[in-house]
């Protein structure tokens, strides 16, 4: 059977950015599975994999513009520490959410923390990057009525 929409796909891979340092892989013995057409991964990535077959390999490499976008400046933001409501529960990696003054939502990742205050970065961890995903197709089969019903 071939990827097509529909079908859910299981991959081993290992992502790498353009210096060639590892950032990702799918666990040993646990590939990555997804149902194709579902918007569960990269659409490039999903486009690169269309009409390959189990025991297909892949080398995939994908610019910013076509990735997770290029990082943008205005995400990042310097907050006062004492707009915090428990500073000591803060730390380097935590995700928050910000809530504007229009009721938006926004998620960060908190990238620095000092004695005045909390530095936290919107853009996705993979914006900018050009990333390459090389890896093989472990497994395609038809999507079950439960499975596409989710979508």
Sequence with gaps: MRIANDCVVSIRFTLTNEKGQELD????????????????????????????????????TITPDR????????????????NWSDPAQLAIGLAVT???????????????IDADAVTVDGNHPLAGMT??????????R?????ELASL
Excluded: C
């Design 67 to 82: 990735g997770f976008g290029d990082r943008q400046p205005g995400l990042v933001e310097i907050i006062p520490l004492a």
């Design 98 to 112: 910000r809530t504007d003054p229009s009721g938006a939502t926004q998620n960060y990742i908190i990238t620095a």
């Design 25 to 60: 892989r799918s666990p040993e013995g646990k590939p990555l599975e997804y149902l194709h057409g579902a918007a569960g991964i990269l659409p490039e990535l999903e486009r690169h994999l269309s009409g390959k077959a189990a025991g297909d390999s892949f080398d995939i």
């Design 131 to 140: 990333l390459r995903f090389q890896g093989t197709v472990v497994g395609v």
């Design 142 to 146: 038809a999507g079950t009525a439960e």
